[in-house]
């Protein structure tokens, strides 16, 4: 990682304060959850775009909502007509609560139900449900509880159950290990190199940037030393994609309140402790409706291994697995164009087989 930049170098760049887009939300609150399940405690929502599909974007493992902006600004603002997008931040990160109890995938799939409910999204077949690592987890669990309300299931570089691989075991004590009092450098370079390939982290920076054109979206935010509010468009590229990737995680590490490293942890209990049984997967399969369903793994994954995939696969039938030759853990940042048209047409399969 020596030949990428250092945090101070990323943050003194001009692209730094515009490294999260300003997306202003159709729709935003905070809801108290889990009344009866630990609670409660309350979870941020916001809803992007006012179309008629309804797509629900679920982030991982200390995924905050800024996370999912490339698809969010694609969904919600460029295609805000079509789709209104929900996201949210899970308990134990950015501005919901982050409750000292026990975490789990069914308890976190039962906090977004509440949301959903919340936001009357409660038709029959109504909901495209998308969910990357953990956000795959949960999105089972969703499918699981709910499978009448579901149009479409993206199940993305996920698993039914993490194996006790050595792989994913060191992984896991090294993302706690420099959750310790460590560099930040060391932080952010280590959690790039286990999510996306040496070669996308090094390539020029490939984000499709918002424009003065892109709705509801407001210029960058200002720059440190030019006081609170907005700065001057436009958005700015950074030099590579690591660099870009790092800073998002430099503002996600430094936000204090919206990073605990105790919902973190809890976080990795609800993801570590995840399974999915071969039964209760063709369950849900068989009440949800195979063609209805996608799997996409990358064979370069460091986080969950690719066999991880391939057994979701192997249980779950989908009408579509896609498993893509050198991709690694993130292909909302890695392979953004392609991503979404895959999402897009997921999502039109969906609302076909519900007669829309």
């Given at each position: 990682m020596a030949a990428f930049p250092s945090v101070d170098e990323v943050v003194k760049t001009d692209a730094f304060p515009t490294a999260i887009w300003q997306l202003e939300p159709?729709?935003?609150?905070?809801?108290?959850?889990?009344?009866?399940?630990?609670?409660?405690f309350k979870i941020h929502w916001e809803v992007h775009g006012d179309g008629p599909m309804k797509l629900v974007l679920i982030g991982g493992?200390?995924?905050?909502?800024?996370?999912?902006?490339r698809q969010t600004m694609h969904f919600g603002h460029l295609h805000g007509d079509q789709y209104s997008v929900l996201i949210i931040d899970n308990r134990g990160i950015g501005r919901s609560d982050k409750p000292l109890i026990r975490y789990s995938t069914s308890a976190m799939a039962?906090?977004?139900?509440?949301?959903?409910?919340?936001?009357?999204?409660?038709?029959?077949?109504?909901?495209?449900?998308?969910?990357?690592?953990?956000?795959?987890?949960?999105?089972?669990?969703?499918?699981?509880?709910?499978?009448?309300?579901?149009?479409?299931?993206?199940?993305?570089?996920?698993?039914?159950?993490?194996?006790?691989?050595?792989?994913?075991?060191?992984?896991l004590i090294n993302r706690i290990n420099l959750l310790i009092p460590k560099s930040l450098d060391r932080t952010?370079?280590?959690?790039?190199?286990?999510?996306?390939?040496?070669?996308?982290?090094?390539?020029?920076?490939?984000?499709?940037?918002?424009?003065?054109?892109?709705?509801?979206?407001?210029a960058p935010a200002a720059a440190a030393g030019q006081g609170q509010g907005q700065g001057d468009w436009p958005y700015r590229?950074?030099?590579?994609?690591?660099?870009?990737?790092a800073a998002q995680e430099i503002a996600k590490q430094r936000d204090v309140q919206g990073f605990a490293k105790h919902g973190f942890l809890?976080?990795?209990?609800?993801?570590?402790?995840?399974?999915?049984?071969?039964?209760?997967?063709?369950?849900?399969?068989?009440?949800v409706g195979r063609d209805r369903i996608l799997v996409l793994h990358g064979t370069a994954d460091k986080i969950i291994s690719v066999p991880h995939g391939r057994k979701l696969i192997e249980y779950l039938q989908p009408g579509r697995s896609i498993v893509v030759e050198g991709?690694?853990?993130?292909?909302?940042?890695?392979?953004?164009?392609?991503?979404?048209?895959?999402l897009a047409e997921m999502c039109a399969t969906g609302e076909r087989l519900s007669g829309r």
């Open positions: 159709h729709q935003e609150g905070m809801l108290p959850v889990a009344a009866g399940r630990g609670g409660p493992l200390g995924v905050v909502k800024s996370s999912w902006q039962a906090d977004l139900l509440e949301v959903l409910d919340h936001l009357s999204w409660t038709e029959e077949r109504q909901l495209h449900i998308c969910g990357i690592s953990m956000g795959g987890m949960i999105a089972q669990e969703l499918a699981y509880a709910a499978p009448h309300r579901i149009a479409s299931l993206n199940l993305i570089c996920t698993a039914a159950a993490i194996e006790n691989t050595t792989s994913f075991s060191e992984n952010v370079a280590y959690t790039a190199a286990n999510i996306f390939p040496a070669s996308w982290l090094a390539a020029p920076d490939d984000a499709v940037l918002p424009s003065e054109t892109t709705p509801r979206c407001r590229r950074f030099s590579s994609n690591y660099a870009r990737f809890l976080q990795v209990v609800a993801a570590g402790w995840h399974c999915k049984s071969a039964a209760q997967l063709r369950e849900l399969a068989d009440r991709m690694g853990h993130a292909p909302i940042a890695e392979r953004t164009p392609w991503f979404n048209e895959l």
